[in-house]
């Protein structure tokens, strides 16, 4: 259901991720299940289609906290 793509993260909150159709790089999805295993993230973390790796946090990605 809707144009995204949820990937649950175990111990964590899931990853909503909007890049149907769109390569995303192995490493930049790692750093946003790391991301998505703080305590403080509130319901998801959510993918944006240009994200790719970033310092600490992936860029391109929505960290709601």
Same mark, same amino acid.
């Given at each position: 259901?809707?144009?995204?793509?949820?990937?649950?993260?175990?111990?964590?909150?899931?990853?909503?991720?909007?890049?149907?159709?769109?390569?995303?790089?192995?490493?930049?999805?790692? !750093?946003? !299940?790391?991301?998505?295993?703080?305590?403080?993230?509130?319901?998801?973390?959510?993918?944006?289609?240009?994200?790719?790796?970033?310092?600490?946090?992936?860029?391109?990605?929505?960290?709601?906290?």
């Amino acid at each position: 259901m809707g144009d995204f793509d949820t990937i649950d993260v175990p111990g964590g909150s899931p990853l909503k991720m909007w890049t149907k159709n769109i390569l995303i790089e192995d490493v930049a999805i790692k !750093q946003m !299940q790391n991301v998505a295993m703080l305590p403080f993230i509130h319901k998801h973390v959510a993918a944006m289609p240009d994200c790719h790796l970033g310092k600490g946090a992936t860029v391109g990605s929505v960290i709601p906290t």
